[in-house]
C-alpha cells in the first residue's frame, strides 16, 4: 500500500530555513507527480507546491522565490527546502500523491 512519511519540521526563528523530507513507498515514485500541502491552525489545508515526473515544479503564490520542491527518484524521497521562513508558514506540512497523504510534520516559525 502506499506510505508517505514526512519528517524534518521542528522550531525555526524568521528568516531561517528547513528541509522536508517525505519517504514514498508501495508505489512508482519515479513516474508519479508529488505535492505538498499545509494547514495552518484553524485554517484550511491548502496547496503549496507540485513536482512532476520530469521534475517541473509550480508553486503557490505565498512561497515563490523562497520553496524549493525536489526529488530524489533513487531514494523515492520527496524534499521542500524552505528558506527565508515568516511566522505565516507555521502549519503542518503533508506530502501527497493521488489520493494518498502522509501524516504531516509540523513547522513552527516563531522567535
Known amino acids: 500500500q502506499v506510505q508517505l512519511v514526512e519528517s524534518g519540521g521542528g522550531l525555526v526563528q524568521p528568516g531561517g530555513s528547513l528541509r522536508l523530507s517525505c519517504a514514498a513507498s508501495g508505489f512508482a515514485f519515479s513516474s508519479s507527480g508529488m505535492h505538498w500541502y499545509r494547514q495552518a491552525p484553524g485554517k484550511e489545508r491548502e496547496w503549496v507546491a507540485y513536482i512532476s515526473a520530469g521534475g517541473s515544479t509550480n508553486y503557490a503564490s505565498s512561497v515563490k522565490g523562497r520553496f524549493t520542491i525536489s526529488r530524489d527518484n533513487v531514494k523515492n524521497t520527496l524534499y521542500l527546502q524552505m528558506n527565508n521562513l515568516k511566522p505565516e508558514d507555521t502549519a503542518v506540512y503533508y506530502c501527497?500523491?493521488?489520493?494518498?497523504w502522509g501524516q504531516g510534520t509540523q513547522v513552527t516559525v516563531s522567535s
Open positions: 501527497r500523491n493521488g489520493g494518498s
